[in-house]
Every structure is written in structure tokens, then in C-alpha cells.
């Protein structure tokens, strides 16, 4: 019963701030209010005891937001929001694409005729969620995981100004890069 | 892999104690490992003096009752916000850290929760920097984020090494796993990558550049009053939970000969937070500039051949 | 309010007017640095006293002088523990019995060895600063070799505010905090003609 309530009381929230998203006018309250919609569906998912799914979810898009927020200073100098602003771009679209796909979801998890549980829930839901998706896909995972990473190598280097031409010289000769802000190493 | 059976499961100090006591006990701890922690740091910056000792019991009293100031269009929301979780995200990554052998809650991803609120502390003391309003505590908030982000992977993969030759993710069963061998013996650069990780994210000592006096005091630059004993209790908090931390991970926790665990695990902590003051003050404030990229070049490939080592090592049945 | 211009990366960026000091930890008293910031890049830097210190020969011994300023450099360097060594040193050395000041340049000497070993302190900040001699840390280690009885004069690291001004634009703020410590900024206003014969 007190599982239900949780499961309900955090659902409302994360709905009631991802709403907020839209609502407020500054980067760093929509960010937050983006990271407290998250952090209560890993309050959801802890209450379901799915501890792992639940501290992995805060733990990621905890750092998701704040790496947002690093992109934040990258375009603007900005503090505590006083110039009024929205994080959302075609806000009427958006709003009817989440409003959509939200009534979607619902309507399908209540008419979904579910199976019941066969056997009895695992001692240990980390250990058995990680054989089921490692066991049979490792090499899927680790492809798609490699693929993933490979695709961030190549976005920073196409989005990098200055290649090594600029660092060490024309004929790649130079033995100190030259570099507006000098790194703590000598590469 | 080692042999994994279901841990005989300790119980947690709720079960054991009941809610409120069991909290109670955590909190009180944690404050303690914190008062202790900032109380060593007093008494290394001015010079070995041990009367430098009651210095932040003083500072506490002198904060509480200080008139809080406030800047010029804050975002009073935010601001108030983070520097309240700043304290209390110190305090609940104590819930896993074991006390007289039991955590206050224990669950199949402990080392995991950990990491977590230390995330949670990243975007807790940005906000903190971004809530008032002011160039330097603005800067300070970025410094900070820039270091969180160049340690949480070495630090991620410092805790994961642990977990891997424990088999588990349980702080318990990690404890028990080192019952023949201390896991530093084995992960060095795990240790040492852990505890300064630990510092870089309570941003103190080498890593204090988003507090550095360049920038007038950075994050912590417009804090006053309650606020500010909020913020500085959260970083010795957080600094003396690392410490017990620590000790449990790498130093066997309360596992030793003749005293009760209780007081093995307590000397261990203290002993780490005594070793990071020293070697922490030693050396002037590490510029973020130049470490960062030591931390991205060198700290990430270092630990994850650490834990590779490790693997193998597991492999190898050295744990079993 | 901010507003956006081009910075050194190629983005537009919100410059921020900001004005550091006249009071801050480590900084001249009276100081002030205006300039507009972009991240933390400052651009158009303007440095002026707020108000005129009295001009002349400086009433403390060249050892003690160049101890203050070797303090509040560790400050801005952020080792506060080397900090608090020079104000002892500092403080023992202004005492008025001899037996105090001998202590006091007992303290000074192997301060001054700590900071010129310190390999952490010359990799943080080597390369920041650098005029016709030397970097911020080069002038650390010359007020070193003051505090520790080198005879000298006049300050070692004297500079005008005008060049000042045009050595701090366009760096980062924490580099303007490090090259502004590592000078002992002249009283007079900077003169007419800007050549770098006082630097």
C-alpha cells in the first residue's frame, strides 16, 4: 500500500516538473526542473524495488544535467537566469508531441493485458538484470557500446576549430602545441 | 567469477535498531567524522598548533549567529535549495557506509548510491555557485563542474574495481570479501584515485580551486550565516564519509585483531582523514588548467588498467 | 546587463562588465581592475587606484616587503599553509626585540627553499605572466630570494599600472589574479610615456 501511494505521489511529481520545464523562463530552473521529474521516476523505480535502475537513473541524469549546464556557459554568461529565457524551441509542438506520446503510454500500460509473474521475484534484481541483458547480448551491447563512442570521438573532432595544424605547426614540427591556455601536460 | 551464493544478508541498522535510532546514529556520525575532519584540517594549516582544534567548533558558533547577507537578484529558489542538499547529500552517502558492521540500508548497488550522491553533490554546489548571482561564486561553480567531470569517471571505476573483486556491490560483502587481504594490496591506484576523487569532489586541499582565494572564496564567496555552516559542513561531511568510506573499500573496515570492529573501522577512518590533511596541505592548490587534462590523460587509462589488473586477478581465483 | 560579443574561440559569447576589487583576499587594497568578462576571459582592462597611496620610499625593510607580497602571491596560489608561514616570518621580522627578528629570518630561509622547490606549485602555474623577465613564478622566486636576505634596494618586481593593464587583457581570471599578485604595482600613475624601462 505505502509502495502504491509512493508510486503515484512520485509519478504526479515527475509530471508536475517535467511540466515545469516548459513553464519556467530560465535555463538553470528548467534544467532542474528536468533533473527533479528524473530523480522522481528513480524514486518510482526504487519503490518498485528496482534499486539499481533506480540510483543508475539519478546517477546518469545527474550528470546529464550538469553537463548541460557546462554547454549552458559555452553559449552564455548568464547568472541565476536574470535575463528571461526558454529552454524550449516550438514549444506548441513539443508540448503536443510529449502531451501525445504521454496519453499513448498510459492508455497502453492500463489496457496491455499484462502476464502474471511466473515464479517467485529474485533475491537480487541487479544480478539478474545484468545476466539478462550481458548474458545472451554481450556482443551486441558491446558493439552498440563502442558505436556510441566512436560516434562521440567523431562529433568533438568535426566540432573541434583547431586541428593539430593549428597546435603544432604547419609541418607538425612544433614540440610544444601552441595553445591560448597551456594543458598540465606536455603532449 | 568468484562464486556468488546469496549474502548471508547482515542485517541493516534499521532492522536492527529500529528507523529512528538507526538515523539517528548515522547522522550523529556523520557529523562527528565531519567535526573531526575539519578539525585535523585546522591543525595542519596553522602549522601542527593543537589549540587550532576547537577553531570550527567556534567557526559553527560564529556562523549561526551571523546575520545573513544576500546579492543582488538572486534566484532565491535554487540557491536555497542547493545549499541545503549539500549537507544532506553528505550525510545519506553515509546510509551505505557500514557502522558497527551494519549500513543503515543495504541493497544490491550500494557502491552505486555512493556515486550517486556524489553526482547529485556536483549539480547541488554548481547551483550553489550559479543561485546568487555573482561573477566569482559563478566561476566557481563551473571550476567545480569542470573537476567533478574530470574525476566522477576515475572515481566511478576506482569504486567498481572494489565491487568486482568483492563479486558484489554491497558495501557488506565487500568488507567481507577482504577478509584475507586488504583490497589496497591489490588496487593501489584504486585507493589513491578514491581518496583524491574524494577531495576533488568536496572541492579541499589541492582541489580547492572552485573555492580558491583567486576568486574570493568562488562558490562559497556569497554564502553567509546558516547557508554558509550548510555548505562547509556538506564538504567536511562528505570529506569524513570518503574517509570511512575508504576504510571500508580498500582497508578490510572493521576486520583487525583484539579491539572490537567498531573501533578498528573508527581508527582506520581517522587514520585516512589524518593522511589526506597531510598530504592534502602539503602542496599548493592544483590549477585546473593543468590537471584537468592530467585527469583525463592519465587518471581514466591509469584506473581502468587498474581494473583490468583486478579482472584478471578475479580470473585467477585470487579472491575466491 | 550582459550582452554578447565575439571572444577568442569564435563564439559569440554575453560580455559581462565587472570590476575587481579594491578589496579582495591576496589583492592590492585599493586596487581596482575593471574589465569585461567573457567565461572567464577578461577584455579591456582598465587598472587604476581608488585611492592615490602616498608615493615614496617604502618604510619597511626590502626582506619584510618582499614577504607580504610573497604572502598574498602563495594566497592567490592558493597555499595557504606556505601563506601563513611568510606572515609569521613577516610579523617576527617587525618585532622590536632582535631575538624575535633572528627567528623570524630563521623562518624565512627555508620558506623561501619550500617555495622555490615545490615542483607542484612551478607546474601550476609556469608560463602564466610572461614579460622580457620572466613568468609569475620567476618574480615569486625573486621576492624568495628578497624574503631570504638578498640584498636588494628596490622592489624587484615593480610595474606601472599601464603595463600592468596590458599584461593582464585577455587572459583569464585566474591568471589576472596571479599576474596582479606577482607585482608590486607602483603608487604614481602610470606616465605619459609607456615604455617598459620601470617593469
Not at chain 1, 143 to 157: E, Y
Not at chain 2, 8 to 30: N, Q, R
Request: neutral net charge; glycine residues 10%; aromatic residues 6%.
Amino acid at each position: 500500500m505505502a509502495g502504491d501511494i509512493a508510486v503515484v505521489t512520485l509519478g504526479m511529481l515527475a509530471v508536475a516538473a517535467g511540466i515545469a520545464v516548459f513553464v519556467v523562463d530560465s535555463m538553470a530552473r528548467a534544467t532542474f526542473a528536468l533533473l527533479a521529474s528524473f530523480l522522481a521516476v528513480a524514486g518510482i523505480l526504487l519503490a518498485l524495488d528496482l534499486v539499481y535502475l533506480a540510483v543508475v537513473t539519478a546517477l546518469m541524469m545527474t550528470m546529464e544535467m550538469a553537463v548541460m549546464a557546462i554547454f549552458m556557459i559555452m553559449f552564455m554568461m548568464n547568472p541565476a537566469g536574470l535575463m528571461p529565457m526558454t529552454m524550449v524551441h516550438n514549444a506548441r509542438g513539443s508540448a503536443v508531441a510529449g502531451a501525445s506520446v504521454f496519453t499513448v503510454l498510459t492508455v497502453g500500460i492500463w489496457t496491455i493485458d499484462w502476464p502474471a509473474r511466473q515464479g517467485t521475484q529474485p533475491d537480487d534484481a541487479t544480478r539478474q538484470l545484468g545476466e539478462s541483458i550481458m548474458g545472451g547480448h554481450m556482443l551486441v551491447m558491446l558493439v552498440i557500446g563502442i558505436g556510441l563512442f566512436a560516434t562521440i570521438i567523431a562529433g568533438t573532432v568535426l566540432a573541434t576549430q583547431r586541428g593539430r595544424y593549428d597546435r603544432f605547426g604547419p609541418e607538425l614540427d612544433a614540440r610544444r602545441p601552441h595553445d591560448p591556455v597551456a594543458g598540465g601536460l606536455p603532449r | 567469477m568468484p562464486d556468488m551464493t546469496t549474502p548471508e544478508t547482515v542485517a541493516t541498522s534499521v532492522a536492527a535498531w529500529g528507523l529512528l535510532p538507526a538515523v539517528a546514529l548515522v547522522v550523529a556520525v556523520a557529523l562527528a567524522l565531519g567535526l573531526v575532519f575539519a578539525a585535523l584540517d585546522r591543525v595542519v594549516v596553522a602549522g601542527g598548533d593543537a589549540n587550532a582544534m576547537a577553531g570550527p567548533s567556534r567557526t559553527v558558533v560564529r556562523w549561526l549567529v551571523k546575520q545573513r547577507r544576500t546579492t543582488l537578484a538572486p534566484d532565491r529558489l535554487l540557491w536555497r535549495v542547493a545549499t541545503g542538499a549539500v549537507p544532506v547529500l553528505a550525510v545519506l552517502s553515509m546510509a551505505v557506509v557500514p557502522i558497527a558492521g551494519r549500513t543503515l540500508w543495504s541493497t544490491s548497488a550500494d557502491l552505486v548510491w555512493f556515486n550517486a550522491m556524489e553526482a547529485l553533490l556536483w549539480a547541488a554546489v554548481w547551483l550553489v555557485g550559479w543561485g546568487p548571482n555573482a561573477v566569482h561564486a559563478l566561476v566557481g561553480g563551473y571550476r567545480f563542474l569542470a573537476q567533478g567531470l574530470a574525476y566522477e569517471l576515475p572515481l566511478m571505476f576506482a569504486l567498481i574495481t572494489a565491487g568486482l573483486a568483492a563479486g558484489s556491490l554491497r558495501t557488506t560483502d565487500v568488507v567481507a570479501a577482504q577478509a584475507d587481504l586488504w583490497f589496497v594490496v591489490t588496487m593501489p591506484v584504486a585507493f589513491v584515485v578514491f581518496l583524491a576523487s574524494a577531495a576533488a569532489f568536496a572541492f579541499w586541499g589541492p582541489f580547492a580551486a572552485p573555492a580558491g582565494a583567486d576568486i574570493a572564496g568562488g562558490v562559497v564567496s556569497e554564502l553567509s550565516g546558516v547557508e554558509r555552516l550548510l555548505v562547509e559542513a556538506g564538504r567536511a561531511i562528505f570529506l569524513g564519509a570518503s574517509a570511512a568510506m575508504g576504510a571500508t573499500l580498500f582497508l578490510g573496515g572493521g576486520s583487525g585483531p583484539w579491539l572490537p570492529d567498531a573501533l578498528w573501522h573508527l581508527l582506520k577512518t581517522v587514520l585516512l582523514m589524518g593522511l589526506m590533511v597531510v598530504a592534502g596541505r602539503r602542496v599548493p592548490v592544483l590549477r585546473p588548467d593543468r590537471y584537468v587534462e592530467a585527469a583525463w590523460v592519465v587518471l581514466v587509462p591509469v584506473t581502468l588498467l587498474q581494473a583490468l589488473v583486478v579482472a584478471v586477478l578475479v580470473l585467477s581465483g585470487m579472491y575466491a | 546587463m550582459a550582452s554578447t560579443a565575439p571572444d577568442r574561440d569564435g563564439l559569440e559569447l554575453d560580455a559581462l562588465r565587472v570590476s575587481l576589487g579594491p578589496v579582495l583576499p591576496g589583492w592590492p587594497t585599493g586596487l581596482v581592475l575593471t574589465g569585461s568578462l567573457q567565461g572567464d576571459v577578461l577584455t579591456g582592462v582598465e587598472v587604476s587606484w581608488l585611492d592615490q597611496p602616498a608615493a615614496g620610499p617604502s618604510q619597511v625593510p626590502a626582506s619584510v616587503a618582499a614577504l607580504d607580497s610573497l604572502a598574498r602571491f602563495l594566497v592567490v596560489a592558493g597555499w595557504p599553509v606556505a601563506a601563513r608561514r611568510a606572515r609569521a616570518a613577516r610579523d617576527a621580522l617587525m618585532a622590536a626585540d632582535e631575538a624575535t627578528v633572528q627567528r623570524g629570518r630563521d623562518a624565512a630561509t627555508p620558506l623561501a627553499r619550500m617555495v622555490r622547490r615545490s615542483r607542484t606549485l612551478r607546474w601550476s602555474v609556469r608560463g602564466i605572466g610572461a614579460t622580457g623577465d620572466g613568468d609569475v613564478l620567476d618574480r615569486a622566486y625573486r621576492w624568495c630570494d628578497a624574503a631570504a636576505g638578498a640584498h636588494t634596494h628596490t622592489s624587484p618586481n615593480a610595474v606601472g599600472l599601464h603595463d600592468l593593464a596590458a599584461l593582464v587583457d585577455g587572459q583569464e581570471l585566474a591568471a589576472v589574479r596571479l599576474i596582479v599578485a606577482s607585482f608590486d604595482i607602483e603608487a604614481a600613475p602610470a606616465p605619459a610615456h609607456h615604455g617598459m624601462s620601470h617593469a
